[in-house]
């Protein structure tokens, strides 16, 4: 697991691709999300606080609901192929330029990429043949 700047972790990623072939078993898995640390000290006294406030559940809510609205979070990028994970943490003032340069790598590289297939969209489709046969 490594933790690379935005433009390496983009370079990496494009070798990534490049290692991966439609045959072959090994393939790159991307996942992004909202990057929220919190430590265990910090999660404690909200707990705290929420449990010694029980009576003004709702202003104490509110109160929460407006620290979250204000916050920029940051995003958090993974690659994984094999045994190899890279990571990026892609700050909010940042994202347009990574967003971009992520999107020309996937559509440079999306016949590398393996459609996921559907089970319930197979069943339909037998099921839609079925009906299909017995009115004919």
């Known amino acids: ?29 991307l996942t992004m999300k909202r990057y929220t640390w919190e430590s265990l000290k910090t999660k404690k006294e909200r707990k705290e606080t929420e449990k010694s406030n029980a009576s003004d559940k709702q202003s104490v809510k ?11 979070y940051s ?8 045994n190899f994970k890279i990571i990026t943490l892609v700050s909010p003032s940042d994202t347009d330029k990574f967003i971009t340069g992520y999107s020309n790598i996937l559509k440079v590289h999306m016949d590398s990429m393996k459609k996921k297939e559907r089970k319930k969209e197979k069943l339909k489709a037998k099921k839609i043949q079925k009906v299909k046969a017995t009115i004919a």
């Open 1 to 29: 697991m490594t933790f690379l700047d935005n433009d390496l972790f983009l370079t990496q990623l494009v070798k990534l691709f490049e290692k991966t072939k439609p045959t072959s078993k090994k393939k790159v898995y």
């Open 62 to 72: 509110e109160e929460l609901q407006k620290e979250v609205d204000d916050k920029e």
């Open 75 to 82: 995003c958090l990028v993974r690659a994984v192929y094999g």
